[in-house]
């Protein structure tokens, strides 16, 4: 293995871990801010921090005939997909949350097949995926019952749109490339995303009702910020960059159990044979699919 391709395993890992924790930092938030400002300032502060960063370090700003393709991505990932998760965290428990965002990499996989030049899922692929959903859904098995309750509805509603358009974004980014270094290109996103939210947010009338009333808001805040943007998102687009889409993805099966498995070590949660299991289940699709895209990408599109 190559040095970038150990860099972006480690990136990959990086979101696995961190991602995983998000859930709970956003339920935590939503309960006491409105969503789009929420989400918005988050983006808008961690780009703050973060440009300045890169521009000292060498790294240039991205060219203006870059910005529509950086725009575009940032707002499908970040702007929609992103914030219909916090939307959706208003009635969805983060656990649940966590779940249907799993059945994301069955859109990534859908949509690139139909691409002329786009990866066809093979036998490991589809094996992995299939494994992977049901791993996590053995792990989240008694709350199917919810997803016929109607309160739950605009939660669900949310979290689907959520889903395709990461999914949609996460496509157009690897086959849609940009003279700008991924770090300084995750930032840009970052920027763009806050303020199209905060704009929303605005325009809905949700400054009334925003503000950091209790230290859980600071700490769910300043969480997100520095690792769930920061340290995530630049690490996600920099795995998606320098790896097959369809294996980045299979970080939305590793983040339950990485919910899980905090959830038993810090709030003496359960940790029952069930979701030693269920965990195991995940792995194995994690491997597959990685199996299957070095396959594919071994194998000529057009032989």
């Known amino acids: 293995m190559d040095k970038e ?56 700003f991205p060219k203006v005939k870059d910005w529509l393709s950086l725009s575009i991505v940032g707002i499908l990932l970040l702007g929609i997909a992103n914030g219909m998760v916090v939307v959706a965290e208003q009635w969805i428990p983060s656990g649940l949350a966590a779940l249907i965002i799993t059945t994301m990499p069955f859109w990534v996989v859908l949509i690139e097949a139909v691409l002329p030049q786009g990866i066809r899922p093979n036998i490991f692929i589809v094996s992995g995926l299939l494994l992977g959903f049901g791993g996590v859904a053995l792990i989240f098995h008694n709350d199917f019952s919810k997803i016929i309750e109607p309160s739950y509805f605009l939660g669900y509603a949310a979290l689907f749109l959520a889903v395709t358009s990461w999914a949609g974004g996460s496509v157009y980014s690897k086959y849609k490339k940009v003279d700008t270094h991924p770090l300084m290109g995750a930032a840009f996103q970052m920027m763009v995303a806050g303020l199209a939210q905060i704009t929303v947010g605005a325009m809905i009338g949700e400054f009334s009702s925003f503000g950091f009333n209790n230290s859980e808001s600071v700490f769910a805040f300043l969480y997100l910020m520095i690792f769930g943007s920061i340290f995530g998102y630049a690490s996600y687009i920099y795995a998606i960059s320098h790896l097959p889409v369809s294996f980045v993805t299979t970080y939305a099966y590793v983040n339950p159990v990485i919910a899980i498995f905090l959830g038993w070590l810090i709030l003496d949660e359960d940790m029952n044979w069930i979701i030693v299991i269920a965990a195991v289940i995940i792995l194995a699709g994690v491997f597959l699919v990685k199996k299957g895209s070095i396959i594919q990408r071994k194998i000529p599109l057009n032989p």
């Open 5 to 60: 391709n150990f860099k972006a395993y480690l990136a990959w890992a990086t979101i696995c871990i961190v991602w995983g924790t998000t859930y709970l930092a956003i339920r935590v938030g939503v309960q006491n801010m409105p969503p789009m400002l929420f989400a918005g300032f988050r983006w808008l502060a961690s780009a703050s921090f973060f440009i300045p960063i890169l521009l000292i370090k060498g790294y240039k």
